[in-house]
């Protein structure tokens, strides 16, 4: 529903003294308008999570696994703030693992997907939001990163914790 990583790059950028726009805060949001958007455009949606804790990745490959879907995302696709993307850059992080608190993953059948996208940018909390792949399926259980260059990388689990429990 949104750019990713907002959340997780205020926190990394007050710990390790690092300035940030004044545009990068945490993304912390009540999404109840957003989702229950999204419900009435799509009544087909499969599933609706928040990408907090592990980020989009661990989202993804949470889904991937209990479904037996691949699922396929565009790197292009992804959204990720110039900023938060240095603060990445600096500190070693992918923002695909960076926590969010106030963004919405949401699988819905590709006949509803616009709609779905439309619903979500009606929101102010959605304004920004994207399609970002699909699912498939080739490789159950998986989830790769269609890369700008045309190649396909695997996008794991996250292992332990980027940002330790705040809140």
């Not at 949104?2 to 993304?27: F, K, N, Q, V």
């Not at 980020?55 to 879907?69: K, R």
């Not at 995302?73 to 992804?78: M, Q, T």
């Not at 608190?101 to 779905?116: H, L, M, Q, T, Y």
Request: net charge negative.
């Amino acid at each position: 529903s949104g750019y990713l990583g907002d959340h997780a790059a205020a926190i990394l950028a007050g710990r390790h003294g690092l300035e940030l726009p004044p545009d990068i805060t945490t993304d912390c949001a009540p999404l109840a308008s957003l989702t229950q958007a999204v419900l009435q455009a799509a009544p087909h949606t499969a599933v609706l999570r928040d990408p907090t804790r592990g980020g989009v990745a661990a989202v993804l490959n949470e889904i991937a696994e209990a479904s037996g879907v691949g699922i396929l995302i565009d790197e292009d696709a992804v959204p990720v703030r110039d900023a938060v993307r240095g603060v990445c850059d600096i500190l070693g992080f992918d923002p695909l693992y960076l926590a969010n608190e106030g963004k919405c993953i949401a699988f819905v059948p590709e006949d509803e997907a616009d709609a779905a996208l439309a619903a979500m940018k009606s929101d102010p909390h959605g304004k920004d939001a994207v399609i970002l792949g699909e699912t498939t399926d080739k490789a159950p259980g998986q989830v790769g990163l269609r890369t700008t260059i045309g190649g396909i990388r695997i996008v794991d689990m996250p292992v332990g914790n980027l940002v330790p429990r705040i809140c």
